[in-house]
């Protein structure tokens, strides 16, 4: 079974600023992907970042970066120089990576709201 | 936009009533999930199709069922609807290859249900 945990149920953050996102999670399955989704007042939920638990570095895209520490069962989620774009829920997930099990497991999510 | 459409974007129907939910994945994709998203539950995966056949099941109640017709397109039939079953219904697609590892869903812009 997976597990994600995102104890941050809301953060207020000053525009300009970076922001940490907390997840961490638990599974029993040797091989495993996490991802981020930002979900806006709107609804959709759009990918974020992706890190495989095999992958040696820590994933960027853009404004984005995973912090991933496997020993801790972190994957935190960095984002730098926040926008006010930016407010919205953060979902933590992640997927058991064997061909035929690709469900992904949610966190319940981190309300982010920048200031201006 | 992600190239996943979901129809239609808002439903209000009442008790006891059925509706049905559609989904076209984006070009290429032979997986589509199925996700429920409500104030108590959060986030959980209902059920996955992979090239027309039913792949995996979560947490999906008898009253629902779902299919994936020749054209990958899929639909989300909800039955004997209850207050409880208001809800965002997401609809998520993925190549699903072999190399599972690089898979990621892309999630359409979700179906509201309101159940009165």
């Known amino acids: 079974a997976q597990k994600i945990t995102q104890t941050q149920p809301g953060m207020f953050v000053q525009e300009k600023e970076a922001v940490t996102l907390d997840c961490t999670y638990d599974?029993?399955?040797?091989?495993?992907?996490l991802f981020w989704y930002k979900q806006p007042s709107s609804g959709e939920m759009i990918f974020l970042i992706y890190?495989?638990?095999?992958?040696?570095q820590n994933a960027t895209e853009g404004r984005y970066s995973l912090n991933f520490q496997k020993a801790r069962k972190s994957a935190n989620l960095v984002i730098s120089a926040s926008q006010l774009g930016d407010s919205a829920m953060y979902f933590c997930a992640m997927r058991a990576l064997n061909f035929g099990n690709e469900k992904l497991t949610f966190g319940t999510g981190t309300r982010l709201t920048i200031i201006p | 936009d992600s190239g996943v459409t979901q129809t239609p974007k808002h439903l209000i129907t009442a008790t006891g009533q059925r509706v049905t939910l559609r989904c076209s994945p984006r070009s290429g994709d032979l997986s589509v999930y199925w996700y429920q998203q409500s104030l108590d539950q959060g986030l959980q995966f209902l059920i996955q199709y992979y090239n027309g056949e039913e792949r995996a099941k979560g947490n999906i109640l008898e009253r629902f069922s779902a299919q994936q017709f020749p054209d990958l397109h899929s639909e989300l039939n909800l039955s004997s609807l209850e207050l409880g079953d208001s809800a965002l219904y997401f609809c998520?697609?993925?190549?699903?290859?072999?190399?599972?590892?690089?898979?990621?869903?892309?999630f359409g812009p979700g179906t509201r249900l309101t159940v009165l």
């Open positions: 998520a697609s993925s190549p699903t290859s072999m190399r599972a590892s690089t898979d990621t869903q892309y």
């Open positions: 890190q495989g638990s095999y992958d040696q």
């Open positions: 599974t029993s399955d040797p091989s495993y992907g």
